[in-house]
Structures are given as C-alpha cells and as structure tokens.
C-alpha cells in the first residue's frame, strides 16, 4: 500500500512539473483588455492643407454602434488652431473643452448635443451634408480644402496632442481605408467590444524575466484577413496566429521578435515573409503550446482571442493608457543610430583596423590620414534573415554653414557566420581638410530573399583631426652587402685606373731627373752604388764642361790620397 501511494505522489509531482514547465491557461471574455487594443480601418484621408489664416479643417465622423457609447469626452484645450467638422447619424452628448481657435461646425438637423462651458460662441450650425464624399466637397468649398477625414466607432474620448495637425505630402483629400492611429494630433479613445475578446494569462513570470510574450489568435470563423500590428511594448516576443490567407502587417517591427502561422508584410519591403511555423487548428491550448515552443519558453504574458467583424482591422500592443498614442512627430536619431519611425534600427560601429577588434570611441578624434573602418548591422526579429546594401555615405559638417561631401567608400569582406545581418565597408577622410565635428551618414537597402526594400539611414559623429607634422629627418641610406661590394668594387676600379694612368705618363715622358735613384744614390757618402760608372750623357762635352769635369775629378781624387796619408 505504502508502494502505491508513494508512486502515486511521484507521478502528482511529475504532472505538476510538466504544467509549470510549460504553462497554458484558459481564455475568457471581457470587457477590457490590458494588453491589446484594437482599432478598425475604417475610411478616411489625411493631407498637408491649411488655410491662409494657419487654422486647420478637420472633419470627425461618428458611428455609434452600443448604447453605452452615446456619451464621449472632446478635449481641445491644446489644439492648433482649425475649424472641426462634427457629424453622427447617431445620437449622442458630447462634454466639450475647447479654446479660442477652435471652431466647431454641426448640422442644423444634427443628432448631436454639446455642452460645454467655455467659448460656446465658437459652435456653429450650418446646413451640410452627410454622405461622406459629399461632405469633403462641401468643406472644400467653405474652407479651401480639407485638412484631415477621420471615421471613428464608439468613441469615447478624443483630445488633441497640441502637435501639428498637417501631413506632407498631397493638399488634395482622398478618402480610402486608413489607420486612425497614425494621426499624431490627436489621441482616441474608443469603446472595446466584449465578443471582440477572450482574454486569460497564466501565473506570473518569475521576476527575473524581462521579455514579455504576448499571443494573438484570430479565429478561423471571422472574416478578417488583413491586420495591422503595432508594438509599443520593449522587449517583447510575439506569435501571431490567424486564418489562412491572413496576412500581418508589422507597423513598427524594431520592437519585438515575431512567430506567425501567417504570411508577413514589413512596411519597409515590398514582398511577404512565408510563415514561421505551421499550425491549423485555432484551439486556445494548442495555440499557446506552439508559441511555447516556437520560443522555447516556459510562460508567457498574454493569449489573446479575438473575431473582428471587419475585413481589417489595426491591433496595438501596449498599456491601454497609452494605446491611444501614436508615434509622434520622428525624434532626431541618437549619434550612432538611424531610421524612420516603421523602419527597423540601424546601428553603425566604427574601427581603427581591418580586423574588426579595436572599436573607436564617439568621443576620439579620427586623423584625417587614417583608414576608417566601420560595421553596419540591423536588429532583426524571429527567423528572418536580412542583408544590408550600401547605397551611399556622406559627411554633413555640423558648423554654422554646413558643408555636404560625398564619400567614396569600400566594401570589406564579411560573412554571413562572422557577420550576419551586418555589413562592412571602409573609406577614407583624406578630403576632409576642416577642423570640425562631422555627421557621417550611409542609405542602404535592406534584402530579404534577393528582394530588397529601403532600410533608412544610419548616422555617427565623427570628429576629424588634422595629423601632426613632424620636422623633416635627413634620409638615412641603408647600405647592404651588394652597395657595399659595389663601393669596393668601384673603388678599386678607380685606384687601377689612376695607377695606369700614371704608368702610362711615364712610359710616354720618362722618368723625371729629380727622381733618377741612381745619380742621386751617387752623390751620397758611403752609398753602395757610389763606385758605379756613369755613362756620359754626351759624348762631345763642351771645353768649358770638360774642364770643370776634371776639375771636380782631380779634386775628388786628392781627397783619399789626403786621408790615407
């Protein structure tokens, strides 16, 4: 018995080790949901227009599906000045806040009652029509043009960022599906629906975990086949599941890591990404297993269940306090880093040798006779594999009077093992003479499967030194063995030269009478060769020459007869 029971216990402890290790929980519906918000494409425009005066013309239509979304809040304490359109064929009560330059324009027959306490002078009834092209003719020819269009369902709060409500681009108000959260003038608020839902999320992750993964899972019996996605949460891995031929596009894909049963569609391509993984079913516990190990994680954060009731529709991953919130105006891009807001982050290394080992530091002035070399690499997200291609690179001086210079550049060698979703390249500063900090930016391309896509810019400061001069130094001849043999050679050569020379001035002259040995060695006392006989230089000495020959004779013959004596 004891036997039984302890086998028993064991395989209760093994049961409960396999659910921690891979934990699942079961959804259920609610009204609110902390991680994802959902946002329908619904019609509407956005333009650059604004009037002569700088007010801008926005028009505001409500569908108001659910009697508890009859009543919402509209705050323009901060708004541009603009003249806003309001129109609903559904009744409803509107709490307004609103400043001097904000003008307000309803129907004369409208569904809609405003109150308000300040500047309800500014509310104003005109006689317009409803029909939503017809609407943006006659705003057109009231106001010159139509600034923003925005269709909103069950609104319940709507206030105005204080930013600038214009878009570059066309003045000309085009309606077609959109995105209203891509309007950074203001921030929405709207209604969740409860059938939109089903929500669970298993035991809190251990405090040590900081990537979050969230699941969503569009059931096979809805008719979306078309999503958006926004992330706004850090860190974050996410699996997207949805009926076949769903395809999700990724807004802003530099925030996470993505898992998808689905085709894929990054802003920055042109081409879909086939699927991660392959899974049929849309049941909850199967869902949550699969993202489970696709991650080769334990937990996770969120499941999300949802069936929208339109063709496309636009989710937002984030606090719901903020999921209103759109990228505002692009932020200048940090020293080192460069990309439009739905483009994913480049980052640009710089290095002082080919190997790749020494990384320059931001604060290190770069000579201008040196080689730079630097290293170009994407953030990239689940098994995507992406390459980099180098359009261009230049350098912006950051002086009072900018200067722009293109610089040539080099590719380095790189592979895929030693440098994967990366790019080499080298080039040099020699034409950049001025003293002064300078912007070095690249455009490049990013790949995926031979196809490419713009990948943004990358930028890095860069201060450039001019190189010390030093004095000259007098040139130092280095000799080896074959100058010095020649020297010798050469030497020698001159020594046998002169010495001929010499020889040959001797046999043509003579030899000089000042250098005749032998009458010399004659005339000294004691020499051995004094008794030598002389042969006369002529045989017919003159008298006089005679005479004193044997003068000198006589006299030198008296000497030892003297001395003997």
């Given at each position: 018995m004891e036997g039984h029971v302890a086998r028993f216990a064991l395989l209760l402890c093994i049961t409960a080790a396999a659910s921690a290790s891979s934990q699942t929980c079961d959804p259920m519906k609610v009204d609110d949901n902390p991680w994802i918000y959902v946002n329908e494409i619904l019609i509407g425009c956005w333009t650059s227009f604004i009037r002569e005066d700088k007010a801008e013309v926005h028009i505001l239509n409500l569908n108001i599906t659910t009697a508890d979304s009859n009543m919402f809040s509209l705050d323009m304490t901060n708004a541009k000045p603009m003249n806003l359109i309001l129109t609903s064929?559904?009744?409803?009560?509107?709490?307004?806040?609103?400043?001097?330059?904000?003008?307000?324009?309803?129907?004369?027959?409208?569904?809609?009652?405003?109150?308000?306490?300040?500047?309800?002078?500014?509310?104003?009834?005109?006689?317009?029509?409803?029909?939503?092209?017809?609407?943006?003719?006659?705003?057109?020819?009231?106001?010159?043009?139509?600034?923003?269009?925005?269709?909103?369902?069950?609104?319940?709060a709507m206030s105005s960022t204080?930013?600038?409500?214009?878009?570059?681009?066309?003045?000309?108000?085009?309606?077609?599906?959109?995105?209203?959260?891509?309007?950074?003038?203001?921030?929405?608020?709207?209604?969740?629906?409860?059938?939109?839902?089903?929500?669970?999320?298993?035991?809190?992750?251990?405090?040590?975990?900081?990537?979050?993964?969230?699941?969503?899972?569009?059931?096979?019996?809805?008719?979306?086949?078309?999503?958006?996605?926004?992330?706004?949460?850090?860190?974050?891995?996410?699996?997207?599941?949805?009926?076949?031929?769903?395809?999700?596009?990724?807004?802003?894909?530099?925030?996470?890591?993505?898992?998808?049963?689905?085709?894929?569609?990054?802003?920055?391509?042109?081409?879909?990404?086939?699927?991660?993984?392959?899974?049929?079913?849309?049941?909850?516990?199967?869902?949550?297993?699969?993202?489970?190990?696709?991650?080769?994680?334990?937990?996770?954060?969120?499941?999300?269940?949802?069936?929208?009731?339109?063709?496309?529709?636009?989710?937002?991953?984030?606090?719901?306090?903020?999921s209103g919130v759109v990228d505002a105006a692009p932020t200048p891009a940090t020293p080192i880093t460069g990309n439009a807001p739905h483009q994913m982050p480049l980052l640009m290394q710089l290095y002082t040798s080919p190997d790749y080992r020494s990384p320059?530091?931001?604060?290190?002035?770069?000579?201008?006779?040196?080689?730079?070399?630097?290293?170009?690499?994407?953030?990239?997200?689940?098994?995507?594999?992406?390459?980099?291609?180098?359009?261009?690179?230049?350098?912006?001086?950051?002086?009072?009077?900018?200067?722009?210079?293109?610089?040539?550049?080099?590719?380095?060698?790189?592979?895929?093992?030693?440098?994967?979703?990366?790019?080499?390249?080298?080039?040099?500063?020699?034409?950049?003479?001025?003293?002064?900090?300078?912007?070095?930016?690249?455009?490049?391309?990013?790949?995926?499967?031979?196809?490419?896509?713009?990948?943004?810019?990358?930028?890095?400061?860069l201060e450039v030194a001019q190189p010390c001069l030093q004095p000259p130094t007098p040139p130092c001849f280095d000799f080896g063995l074959p100058g010095v043999l020649g020297i010798a050679f050469g030497g020698f050569l001159i020594g046998v030269l002169l010495i001929g020379a010499l020889w040959f001035i001797k046999i043509k002259t003579g030899y000089p009478t000042g250098l005749d040995i032998s009458s010399t060695a004659a005339n000294l006392p004691g020499c051995p060769c004094s008794g030598a006989k002389r042969q006369p230089v002529s045989t017919n000495p003159s008298p006089s020459e005679n005479s004193s020959a044997n003068a000198s004779i006589g006299s030198t013959q008296s000497t030892p007869t003297s001395s003997m004596a």
């Amino acid at each position: 018995m004891e036997g039984h029971v302890a086998r028993f216990a064991l395989l209760l402890c093994i049961t409960a080790a396999a659910s921690a290790s891979s934990q699942t929980c079961d959804p259920m519906k609610v009204d609110d949901n902390p991680w994802i918000y959902v946002n329908e494409i619904l019609i509407g425009c956005w333009t650059s227009f604004i009037r002569e005066d700088k007010a801008e013309v926005h028009i505001l239509n409500l569908n108001i599906t659910t009697a508890d979304s009859n009543m919402f809040s509209l705050d323009m304490t901060n708004a541009k000045p603009m003249n806003l359109i309001l129109t609903s064929p559904n009744k409803a009560y509107v709490a307004d806040v609103l400043n001097a330059d904000v003008n307000i324009y309803i129907n004369n027959d409208s569904t809609l009652t405003l109150y308000g306490t300040q500047h309800q002078n500014n509310i104003h009834k005109q006689d317009f029509p409803t029909q939503d092209e017809e609407l943006v003719k006659w705003a057109t020819q009231k106001f010159g043009g139509v600034t923003s269009f925005t269709t909103v369902r069950n609104l319940k709060a709507m206030s105005s960022t204080g930013t600038k409500g214009t878009k570059p681009g066309s003045r000309s108000c085009i309606l077609r599906n959109e995105d209203a959260l891509e309007k950074h003038f203001m921030k929405i608020e709207t209604a969740g629906r409860a059938s939109f839902f089903k929500v669970c999320s298993p035991q809190p992750k251990n405090p040590g975990d900081k990537a979050e993964l969230h699941i969503i899972n569009i059931l096979d019996n809805s008719t979306t086949r078309n999503v958006s996605l926004r992330v706004y949460t850090q860190k974050t891995s996410v699996f997207l599941r949805g009926p076949r031929g769903t395809t999700w596009t990724i807004i802003n894909p530099q925030h996470a890591q993505f898992g998808s049963t689905n085709d894929i569609l990054l802003t920055t391509f042109t081409h879909i990404i086939p699927p991660f993984v392959t899974l049929d079913s849309d049941n909850a516990e199967e869902v949550q297993r699969k993202a489970l190990d696709h991650f080769k994680v334990s937990t996770f954060t969120s499941y999300t269940e949802l069936r929208p009731e339109q063709s496309m529709v636009s989710l937002v991953l984030g606090k719901k306090d903020n999921s209103g919130v759109v990228d505002a105006a692009p932020t200048p891009a940090t020293p080192i880093t460069g990309n439009a807001p739905h483009q994913m982050p480049l980052l640009m290394q710089l290095y002082t040798s080919p190997d790749y080992r020494s990384p320059l530091d931001p604060t290190t002035k770069v000579q201008s006779d040196k080689r730079i070399y630097a290293e170009i690499s994407v953030h990239t997200f689940g098994n995507i594999v992406l390459t980099i291609k180098v359009i261009s690179c230049f350098m912006r001086s950051m002086g009072s009077c900018p200067v722009l210079k293109e610089l040539p550049f080099m590719p380095e060698a790189c592979s895929l093992n030693s440098c994967p979703s990366s790019t080499r390249l080298s080039f040099s500063l020699d034409q950049l003479q001025e003293l002064t900090t300078w912007d070095l930016e690249c455009a490049v391309e990013l790949c995926h499967s031979e196809k490419c896509g713009d990948g943004g810019r990358v930028k890095r400061n860069l201060e450039v030194a001019q190189p010390c001069l030093q004095p000259p130094t007098p040139p130092c001849f280095d000799f080896g063995l074959p100058g010095v043999l020649g020297i010798a050679f050469g030497g020698f050569l001159i020594g046998v030269l002169l010495i001929g020379a010499l020889w040959f001035i001797k046999i043509k002259t003579g030899y000089p009478t000042g250098l005749d040995i032998s009458s010399t060695a004659a005339n000294l006392p004691g020499c051995p060769c004094s008794g030598a006989k002389r042969q006369p230089v002529s045989t017919n000495p003159s008298p006089s020459e005679n005479s004193s020959a044997n003068a000198s004779i006589g006299s030198t013959q008296s000497t030892p007869t003297s001395s003997m004596a």
